[in-house]
């Protein structure tokens, strides 16, 4: 599955980004490895937006946030 099919067709991706294969989604930073997304979700104890870094620098290919509706890359 692509990015673009994952986010439907209402989502604002690149062409490029929206190509990007996509191998696994969690809501987990710790289970973040390169093709998974990475769904930020505000939790009870942590607001997984804060983790948005942590997943990145683990090769996350996008980050979803309820905060204000944005993904990346955009």
């Known amino acids: 599955m692509t990015l673009a099919k994952l986010l439907g067709p209402d989502a604002s991706v690149s062409e490029v980004a929206g190509a990007l294969p996509v191998v696994g989604l969690t809501a987990d930073s710790r289970g973040v490895k390169p ?17 948005i870094g942590q997943a990145l620098a683990r090769g996350v290919i996008a980050a979803i946030s309820g905060q204000g509706d944005k993904a990346w890359p955009g």
């Open 35 to 51: 093709g998974v997304v990475f769904a930020a979700l505000p939790g009870t104890g942590v607001d997984g937006a804060k983790s």
